[in-house]
């Protein structure tokens, strides 16, 4: 009889305990814990939610790169229902992206090839600002300037050396840009003309991968857009028929300096809604401020 009576009490005893443990589930966010929400990794409508349901891609060039990431964030701050995504690759990625509709907006540092404008018929360029393309040494090398003809004789391997351009005795190494980069095209078209490149010359995928490597080289020459240019490399002015002139916005704008290109952003025909207000944002004061800014020359006179 007590066995019985203390295995039901024993019963009880766990039907109670249970019914707490399920009663602190339920109510556990009044002890002030916030409740968990699992959501699937995959599923879009959880991102477009924190984004507001609307998604503008960028792609292309890196010398574009930091004005339109720059304009990403201004712009996505008043338009807090848009996510702007800013990658890089090159102009020549930018071009394909835009041309191919992989990408909404493409970003180029150079015009459009007759090839690219042949394959991709419909594909409209958007001038946002100006650039200069500059030459960059290591601090420890200030190379006092250098005239076309020498860096053009530098890059296709018949000067090797800085003491043949007013350096030091030293072995000069030669970085550029790999094959889809818009800086590449221009350096080839405008210095180059065509020219083959040295075979010993270090390729970087990216204006920033040759600002660094210049920045740890001692004895390197790379090109860079404007604005990457700052304290960790030396801007080479560039000779002019005896005028010696250094890369830098204001050189540019005034037009002295030989080496200057338009930047782009580029669609697949007119553009329309988050595309649209983008570029419309970029062209504004606010802008060009950024353009400024991030040290490239604006559109406004």
Not at 112 to 137: C, M, N, R, V
Not at 219 to 245: E, F, K, M, Q, R
Request: net charge neutral; with cysteine; charged share 15%.
């Amino acid at each position: 009889m007590m066995n019985s009576k203390t295995a039901m009490l024993g019963c009880i005893l766990i039907g109670l305990l249970l019914c707490s443990v399920l009663m602190a589930g339920c109510t556990g966010n009044s002890s002030g814990q916030t409740e968990k929400k699992v959501t699937p990794a995959n599923t879009t409508t959880a991102v477009k939610a924190t984004s507001g349901g609307s998604v503008l891609t960028v792609a292309g060039s890196t010398t574009v790169l930091p004005v339109a990431a720059k304009a990403a964030e201004s712009f996505m701050t008043a338009h807090p229902g848009i996510d702007v995504q800013v990658t890089g690759g090159g102009s020549g990625a930018g071009v394909k992206a835009a041309g191919e509709g992989t990408t909404m907006i493409g970003m180029a540092s150079r015009d459009l090839t007759s090839d690219e404008k042949t394959k991709y018929p419909g594909l409209k360029t958007h001038q946002i600002a100006i650039d200069g393309l500059a030459f960059i040494t290591n601090p420890k090398n200030p190379i006092p300037s250098l005239t076309l003809e020498q860096v053009k004789k530098i890059y296709d391997g018949n000067i090797t050396n800085w003491k043949d351009v007013g350096g030091s005795d030293a072995a000069i190494v030669v970085v550029g840009r790999d094959s889809a980069s818009g800086s590449r095209d221009f350096m080839t078209s405008s210095v180059m003309k065509n020219a083959d490149y040295v075979k010993t010359q270090l390729e970087k995928n990216s204006n920033g991968a040759v600002q660094q490597t210049i920045a740890q080289t001692e004895n390197a020459i790379g090109y860079v857009g404007l604005g990457y240019i700052d304290s960790s490399v030396h801007a080479v002015p560039v000779s002019v028929n005896g005028t010696t002139i250094t890369p830098s916005i204001e050189t540019v704008k005034a037009g002295t300096y030989p080496l200057a290109r338009p930047l782009y952003l580029l669609t697949k025909g007119e553009p329309s809604g988050d595309a649209t207000n983008f570029i419309a944002y970029i062209d504004s004061p606010d802008g060009q401020k950024l353009v400024t800014e991030e040290g490239f020359v604006t559109l406004n006179k």
